[in-house]
């Protein structure tokens, strides 16, 4: 039995763009100068407390929830109105079938919320292939190696049956944390010698080759 666990954001699907503006509107809800894009870009992954914390150290813990409710809001807003632009990276569609049709369990790991990511999997008609869907809403951030050892639990996986795949070094640190091997992907937010420093056994630059790597 092989499991295999993807981040979300910047692995499975681009939400760059919405994780940007609804960043932009939490800060300016809070009254809080809003950060640089890059910088949004380099916390993707983490869980939203943390990541808001990073990016705003200095502002009160009032301040940084703030921020936290306004992004939950304007992102739930941007998806009620069909504004919300998450689509899947090309290939991912194809390979997740593929893998699943070949015998591999599959599961995600994200910081995303449960109803983000169910949206998410939900609207790209893949919800289905999935066996564990682990979020931030039970977990503590990345890269605390909670989401990965549920993911295993609920399959019945062992370490050395387990594979996870992301665009972070948030997401290779994990996976060293929970004793699985690591895979990076070069399409998401952090760089491919980034992934191999932080313990990746290797960085795919197309679906096509990352499933070469599986194999």
């Known amino acids: 039995m092989r499991l295999a666990v993807f981040d979300c ?21 809070a009254a809080l100068p809003a950060p640089a894009n890059h910088d949004v870009r380099r916390i993707v992954g983490l869980s939203l407390p ?7 150290p200095d502002a009160t813990p009032e301040a940084q929830a703030h ?10 807003l941007a998806r009620e ?4 632009r998450e689509p ?32 998410c999997l939900t609207t790209h008609g893949v919800a289905g292939l999935f066996t564990t869907l682990q979020t931030a809403d039970r977990h503590p951030s990345k890269p605390h190696p909670a989401m990965l050892e549920q993911a295993m ?19 290779m640190t994990m996976a ?4 699985v091997r ?11 010698a980034e992934l191999l420093a932080a313990g990746a056994a290797a960085v795919a630059d197309t679906p096509e080759e990352l499933e070469g790597l599986l194999q």
């Open 153 to 171: 639990a609920d399959a019945g996986a062992h370490p050395a049956d387990t594979v996870m795949i992301g665009d972070t070094v948030f997401d």
């Open 88 to 119: 899947l990276y090309d290939g991912i569609a194809p390979l997740l079938r593929r893998l699943h049709a070949d015998g591999w369990k599959l599961g995600v790991a994200t910081g995303k919320s449960d109803r983000g990511l169910a949206a």
């Open 9 to 29: 954001d910047g692995t499975l699907s681009d939400g760059q763009a919405a994780v940007c503006a609804a960043m932009a509107t939490g800060f300016a809800e």
């Open 81 to 84: 109105e069909g504004r919300l």
């Open 67 to 76: 921020v936290v409710d306004a992004y939950k809001a304007a992102f739930r």
């Open 182 to 192: 690591a895979l990076g992907v070069s399409w998401g937010y952090h760089e491919r």
């Open 50 to 56: 943390e990541a808001v914390a990073r990016l705003a």
């Open 176 to 179: 060293e944390m929970a004793g």
